[in-house]
Each structure stands twice: as structure tokens, then as C-alpha cells.
């Protein structure tokens, strides 16, 4: 009966898309900090969200510059990403990075020059995830969306991701994340309740603005976002 009523609500209502993500070049996003930066592995809501919004709500004007993004505007864009979870993916090298030079990206004689007789070095390990690894996530929407073939992602938006949409199934699990429900919808109430109903405790806190709740069903989406795009 639970099947029932989640699969009416997602028929008579919102549009959930099911994503493959295949990264085309070496993401950075350095979320979790060891002796240097290293990226998590997955892609975060709030960051794929951002990078879909020129094609799904574009704005009539250039976002603004800001030193802290509006998270709270997202919920008026119509549409939302999940996490993205890993399907297949693997870390890069570890690299090292000198921060009080920019070296990155080209071969810069002077500073490393300037590198070698600095007596301050800043020197830290980087580490991101490589090329051709995939992610799933799931996009919700008030409307039929056309879903673009490529994103950018990354520090710098320098990351080229490939979109591709796959059939959806209840097997799967989703990953959900605790700041936006707190901060963007303000349901996180809500979210804790039916964790607590359906008996899923699978947690993890990386950074402030990502806090992981693992576990989740598609069948879950519907509930969870009602509110926001019935």
C-alpha cells in the first residue's frame, strides 16, 4: 500500500529523472581536508543544483558575484539534484600544489623559480577523481524537463560532466543531504521522521554544508518534496 500511495503521488505531481553522470576530465573539489585537499567521493546537491540552473532556470541577468551563494533561492527554481553518489569511480593521483604561486595549468618558468628561492613554502597534497568515473543522482521537478548533455562542475567550473538519463529503479539507494532540507526547504523535520519510519540511520557529516543521509528510495522523493513541486 506504501508502493501505491508514493507511485500515485509522483504520477499526479512532480517529474523525478534518474541521471548518470560520467566525468569527461579529473574533478576538484578538494570537500575533505587530510595533509592537504581532497575531493569526497560524490558530487554535491547545491553544486550540481548551481550548474544546472543555465539550462533548466536560466536568469534574465549574470548571477552576481558573491563572497556566500543564496542557497534559500534554489527552492524557486522549479527543479532540485540530489547528491550524486558513486557508481564506478576512482581517485587521481595525489598532486602537489604550491599555493603562493600560480603554476596551475602551464608551465611558468619565473615562479618556479621564484618557488625555489621563496624561504616560505606552502606547499599542500591535492587529490580529485578521475576521468571517465560516474555518479547517480536523481532531479526533481514541477515540469517535463529537457536535460542538457553536459554540465561543468568543479573548482572553477573547469569539470565537463556528461548527463545522460537512465531507466529509474526502487533497488537503488539515493543520498540525500541534511543542510539543504535545514536550509533550502526547510523540512529537515520532516526528513528525520521518515528516517525514523523507515528505519534508516546511515549517516555523514563531511563539511558544514554537507551532511549525508544515505539510504533513501526513489519512492522517498515524492514525500519529501510535496510541498515544494505539487
Given at each position: 500500500?506504501?508502493?501505491?500511495?508514493?507511485?500515485?503521488?509522483?504520477?499526479?505531481?512532480?517529474?523525478?529523472?534518474?541521471?548518470?553522470?560520467?566525468?569527461l576530465?579529473?574533478?576538484?573539489?578538494?570537500?575533505?581536508?587530510?595533509?592537504?585537499?581532497?575531493?569526497?567521493?560524490?558530487?554535491?546537491?547545491?553544486?550540481?543544483?548551481?550548474?544546472?540552473?543555465?539550462?533548466?532556470?536560466?536568469?534574465?541577468?549574470?548571477?552576481?558575484?558573491?563572497?556566500?551563494?543564496?542557497?534559500?533561492?534554489?527552492?524557486?527554481?522549479?527543479?532540485?539534484?540530489?547528491?550524486?553518489?558513486?557508481?564506478?569511480?576512482?581517485?587521481?593521483?595525489?598532486?602537489?600544489?604550491?599555493?603562493?604561486?600560480?603554476?596551475?595549468?602551464?608551465?611558468?618558468?619565473?615562479?618556479?623559480?621564484?618557488?625555489?628561492?621563496?624561504?616560505?613554502?606552502?606547499?599542500?597534497?591535492v587529490?580529485?577523481?578521475?576521468?571517465?568515473?560516474?555518479?547517480?543522482?536523481?532531479?526533481?521537478?514541477?515540469?517535463?524537463?529537457?536535460?542538457?548533455?553536459?554540465?561543468?562542475?568543479?573548482?572553477?567550473?573547469?569539470?565537463?560532466?556528461?548527463?545522460?538519463?537512465?531507466?529509474?529503479?526502487?533497488?537503488?539507494?539515493?543520498?540525500?543531504?541534511?543542510?539543504?532540507h535545514?536550509?533550502?526547504?526547510?523540512?529537515?523535520?520532516?526528513?528525520?521522521?521518515?528516517?525514523?519510519?523507515?528505519?534508516?540511520?546511515?549517516?555523514?557529516?563531511?563539511?558544514?554544508?554537507?551532511?549525508?543521509?544515505?539510504?533513501?528510495?526513489?519512492?522517498?522523493?515524492?514525500?519529501?518534496?510535496n510541498?515544494?513541486?505539487?
Amino acid at each position: 500500500m506504501a508502493d501505491l500511495y508514493y507511485s500515485n503521488i509522483e504520477l499526479n505531481t512532480m517529474k523525478i529523472y534518474k541521471l548518470r553522470l560520467t566525468l569527461l576530465n579529473h574533478l576538484f573539489y578538494f570537500t575533505e581536508m587530510t595533509n592537504g585537499s581532497r575531493t569526497g567521493n560524490f558530487i554535491g546537491d547545491l553544486a550540481l543544483t548551481y550548474a544546472f540552473r543555465p539550462y533548466l532556470a536560466p536568469a534574465n541577468k549574470p548571477i552576481p558575484f558573491r563572497d556566500k551563494p543564496e542557497y534559500e533561492e534554489i527552492k524557486d527554481w522549479g527543479y532540485y539534484c540530489t547528491m550524486a553518489m558513486p557508481e564506478r569511480s576512482q581517485p587521481t593521483n595525489v598532486y602537489t600544489k604550491n599555493t603562493l604561486f600560480n603554476t596551475d595549468g602551464f608551465f611558468d618558468t619565473k615562479s618556479l623559480e621564484d618557488t625555489a628561492k621563496s624561504p616560505f613554502k606552502n606547499l599542500v597534497h591535492v587529490q580529485g577523481v578521475e576521468a571517465q568515473s560516474t555518479f547517480l543522482c536523481y532531479l526533481v521537478s514541477k515540469n517535463d524537463l529537457d536535460i542538457p548533455p553536459t554540465i561543468r562542475v568543479g573548482n572553477g567550473r573547469e569539470t565537463l560532466v556528461a548527463v545522460e538519463e537512465i531507466e529509474t529503479s526502487e533497488q537503488g539507494d539515493l543520498w540525500l543531504n541534511a543542510y539543504t532540507h535545514k536550509i533550502v526547504f526547510d523540512n529537515l523535520e520532516e526528513v528525520a521522521d521518515l528516517m525514523a519510519e523507515e528505519q534508516i540511520h546511515d549517516r555523514e557529516y563531511v563539511l558544514e554544508n554537507y551532511i549525508l543521509l544515505k539510504g533513501f528510495k526513489k519512492k522517498h522523493l515524492p514525500t519529501i518534496f510535496n510541498q515544494t513541486f505539487n
